[in-house]
């Protein structure tokens, strides 16, 4: 390995990196490496990192003198190519990419960033009832949207500590994450216990069209018959508006888009067959504690009104449904990545069939979730506050198979409505179980 990282940098010059290194370090690959096992990893990430060089050379040289060409090797047309389905690494290669401080999970430091949002969801909450009540009723009208969506960003920051906690990565104890995932989730109106099993059950299975728990998109036979009324600039906007709006209680209560079981399945009833023998009690734990929130926004509207429960509590709490809807929609949900049948699948398969989003300054409100969800369905056990430095370890090995899109948020959901309607294979090739988005 030492002697060809060499022969690399003997021949490292702009020009030649630009135009032939590439190229090089392929014969390289090919000529130093028994290609009936898996090449060494640390040879692919050479490479990987080469080829990400010279997309960026020539970009940069590329550029004219007024030129504002992006040196970024994940911008423009390249984002819709699609991943690549048979990865060269394996889960170990990039654990051992990523430094040991990444896994370690602080309580303390956790602890600190819900003490951090509980704060700021109290100014917004103060300057709101203080303030707002008492504005005239133009000024009010602004008022009340700006406080929702502020208020809806900071609690949604606070339900992905709790989704965190379901997957343990809050401290090193099981049962403080258990608690404090518990009461985040139930004050925003989310069954802690239940979302944790079926959302692992998602993480044991993703992008398989068989056993993956949500997100299943309907082959082309399958697409309902509205689907057509509905591929239009009007259709899409309802679409999309319902999607966000209704998607997550729907999917609680109805299990819509959901694994299809057989029978009726929903998240609050323990005998649902999303679960197992064994997480029935904690599935109507997670029932209690939202039948206590709901007695206390009862309390709340007999001493304050519907009104002002609605308006505090009730619209930033569907501004968090509705976030984190777009979220994992956009997340899952692009030309690129590919849905496997059983002939197919495999789990890092699956897990790589993910793709990150840039949601600019909500990117940091929402504890960098947006941008490191490809790391986070390969260990989904690192924190938050580790999750971008782990990213970036696992880059240079992850290659062509990693993909983040900076499109603009409402940019990327229309073109996701219009071109991922439904999937299938390519005619053409030998990947027959290998699935990919077509529009109508």
């Given amino acids: 390995m030492k002697i060809f ?43 990987y990192q080469v080829k990400r060089s010279q997309t960026l050379i020539i970009s940069i ?49 956790s602890s600190y960033y819900v003490v951090h949002d509980l704060i700021v ?28 969506f502020c208020q809806a960003s900071i609690l949604t920051g606070l339900w992905v500590i709790g989704h965190e906690c379901g997957h343990h990565a809050f401290s090193e104890y099981q049962w403080i994450d258990d608690t404090v995932g518990f009461i985040l989730h139930s004050t925003l109106m989310t069954p802690y216990f239940s979302w944790k099993y079926s959302h692992r059950n998602h993480h044991a299975n993703t992008n398989s069209l ?50 299809k079981y057989g029978r009726f399945a929903n998240h609050f009833d323990p005998m649902s067959p999303i ?19 709901f007695y206390a926004i009862k309390i709340a509207v007999t001493t304050k009104g519907v009104a002002w ?49 840039d949601f600019g300054f ?9 941008h490191t969800h490809v790391l986070h369905h390969l260990i989904s056990y690192i924190p938050h506050y580790h999750a971008k430095e782990a990213r970036d370890a696992i880059i240079p090995v992850l290659g062509e198979y990693y993909k983040i899109d900076r499109t603009p948020i409402f940019k990327a959901m229309w073109r996701e409505a219009k071109e991922c309607i439904y999937i299938e294979p390519d005619e053409d090739s030998h990947h027959k179980g290998v699935f990919w988005y077509h529009k109508m």
Wanted: charged share 20%.
């Fill in 210 to 259: 068989d056993n993956d728990e949500v997100y299943i998109p309907k082959r082309k036979s399958k697409v309902r018959w509205y689907s057509k009324l509905l591929n239009n600039p009007p259709g899409r906007v309802f679409t999309l508006v319902f999607r966000f709006t209704l998607g997550f209680p729907l999917y609680l209560l109805t299990n819509i888009s959901g694994k």
């Fill in 309 to 357: 429960v609605t308006c505090m509590y009730g619209v930033p709490v569907v501004g968090v449904h509705v976030f984190f809807v777009i979220i994992t929609y956009l997340h899952h949900t692009h030309l690129s990545l590919p849905h496997y049948d059983s002939t197919e699948w495999n789990w890092i398969k699956g897990a790589l069939s993910t793709i990150d989003r």
């Fill in 5 to 47: 990282k060499n022969r690399i940098r003997n021949k490292m010059s702009d020009d030649f990196l630009a135009n032939n290194l590439v190229v090089y370090i392929e014969r390289e690959i090919v000529e130093n490496i028994d290609t009936k096992s898996q090449p060494d990893p640390k040879t692919v990430s050479v490479y």
């Fill in 61 to 109: 040289n590329s550029m004219g003198a007024g030129g504002r060409m992006s040196n970024d090797p994940f911008d423009g047309k390249k984002i819709l190519e699609r991943v690549p389905v048979d990865p060269l690494f394996s889960l170990s290669d990039l654990k051992k990419a990523i430094p040991a401080h990444c896994f370690k999970r602080s309580v303390i430091r």
């Fill in 121 to 148: 969801a109290y100014v917004f909450y103060f300057l709101a009832n203080t303030y707002i009540p008492f504005l005239p009723a133009p000024l009010a009208y602004l008022a009340w949207p700006v406080y929702w």
């Fill in 275 to 293: 679960f197992t023998e064994r997480e029935r009690i904690q599935v109507l734990l997670s029932d209690l504690g939202l039948l206590a929130v």
């Fill in 362 to 370: 909500l990117n940091r409100v929402f504890h960098d979730v947006t």
